[in-house]
């Protein structure tokens, strides 16, 4: 049962245009919501997150909007740059109870190559 | 400052055998966790660490086992090892609230078993 979806393995998007990142999550308890970008070889990058009280959070040329009722979230970037290219994964993190713990459960990720 | 850091970045091993990777963690973060990333199952959580006690754990058998030592360094171990368990094994750490700040990881262990 796969709980954090991003349906679409990869886009392509022209240079300066918006690039719209797309993740779908089918558990209530999720509480915080995660972007990383990854680069082949290296470990995930954390990129930005969401709290589950909020609907919207930006930082720089990404935002993440997220959507509770549809439990669905996007991240955009605009303008997109050459550089943004990677596979980017969304993640949600739920508290264990009583333990203090979170962890994160991740899409499988979406591809994206920004077309200079 | 220093990120976190794994060792080896590579390391093949046959069916069968044991392995122990090794993660130092951002100074000053206290919490540990690794997890598996395979092509078709992606990345899964194994277990995450805190202050040398285990928190939490993923579905993963019981030949996946890790620790923690005083100075917040984690090691996992797999023992037995079979073909499906050749995969990036990262790790990642954190500072409490991890999932508002975000957990910072390393650049991974490829494991591969032959």
């Known amino acids: 049962d796969q709980q954090v979806k991003q349906n679409s393995p990869s886009l392509s998007v022209q240079e300066g245009r918006i690039s719209i990142l797309n993740c779908d999550y089918t558990?209530?308890?999720?509480?915080?919501f995660l972007w990383y970008k990854k680069y082949p070889a290296e470990g995930p990058t954390f990129l930005i997150s969401i709290s589950s009280i909020k609907d919207k959070n930006e930082d720089g040329r990404f935002t993440v909007f997220l959507n509770k009722s549809a439990k669905h979230l996007s991240l955009h970037i605009v303008p997109s740059q050459p550089g943004d290219s990677a596979v980017y994964f969304c993640a949600a993190s739920a508290a264990l109870s009583g333990a203090g713990s979170y962890q994160l459960t991740f899409g499988k990720g979406t591809k994206l190559s920004v077309i200079p | 400052k220093a990120g976190v850091t794994q060792t080896p970045r590579y390391l093949i091993k046959t069916r069968g055998q044991q392995v122990t990777l090794s993660c130092s963690p951002i100074s000053g973060h206290r919490s540990v966790s690794w997890y598996q990333q395979t092509p078709g199952q992606g990345l899964q959580f194994l277990f995450e660490?805190?202050?040398?006690?285990?928190?939490n754990k993923g579905n993963f058998p019981g030949r996946f086992s890790g620790r923690q030592f005083s100075n917040s360094r984690s090691e996992m171990n797999v023992s037995t090892l079979e073909l499906g368990d050749s995969a990036l094994y990262l790790c990642?750490?954190?500072?409490?609230?991890?999932?508002?700040?975000?957990?910072?990881f390393g650049s991974g262990t490829r494991l591969t078993v032959v």
């Open positions: 990642a750490s954190s500072r409490d609230r991890g999932q508002y700040y975000g957990y910072t």
């Open positions: 660490y805190f202050s040398e006690t285990q928190r």
């Open positions: 558990n209530s308890m999720f509480d915080y």
